[in-house]
């Protein structure tokens, strides 16, 4: 999360620790998890799920139509971490979903640095979920999943902790 000396969240000091056994605690038995993560978090990030309790059922990759800068590979990928609580449970399009989701990334004006695209977490949670179901994001950042979930008729709880992305959050839910 850091890049060179700044920060990139104002609230970015929460470990990740502090955070999992919660998730772990109010989600449902038989449910799934969706966490974005980086290559360097990753392993840390895997190693907390296991930890708090979740299986991993899968590791899925996000390929972006564009490239973040490296001195090694150019990134063009994210990388998701497909988690379950409890029993393993199918995910609803079995046979049509592959490990590799291409959804083009959002270019130029973004809400938030790490904001997803709608479509992006409408295909997660179609297959994660039905109808009237509840999706948690605890790290709403601008609100694309709740949208998304909004759309789905799903019901949505989101938090955020910083303010000013809460805001947009809130007035992007109540736009659409």
């Keep these: 999360m850091l890049s060179g000396n700044r920060k990139l969240f104002k609230h970015q000091k929460l470990k990740i620790s502090d955070w999992m056994p919660q998730l772990f605690r109010v989600l449902k038995q038989e449910s799934h998890c969706y966490i974005f993560t980086n290559v360097i978090n990753m392993e840390e990030m895997l190693r907390e799920a296991r930890v708090a309790g979740f299986k991993l059922h899968n590791i899925l990759g996000w390929l972006k139509n564009n490239n973040t800068p490296s001195q090694y590979y150019m990134k063009n990928c994210e990388y998701v971490l497909f988690l379950r609580k409890g029993k ?3 995910i609803n399009n079995i046979g049509g979903s592959k490990t590799i989701h291409k959804y083009d990334n959002i270019i130029g004006h973004k809400l938030h640095p790490t904001e997803k695209p709608v479509e992006l977490l409408k295909f997660y949670i179609s297959n994660s979920s ?3 179901d509840i999706i948690l994001d605890p790290f709403a950042g601008s609100g694309s999943t709740l949208i998304a979930a909004k759309v789905l008729n799903r019901n949505y709880i989101g938090y955020e902790i910083d303010k ?6 809130f007035n992007k839910i109540n736009k659409n």
């Design 88 to 90: 393993a449970k199918w």
């Design 130 to 132: 039905k109808e009237e």
């Design 164 to 169: 000013q992305y809460y805001n947009i959050a």
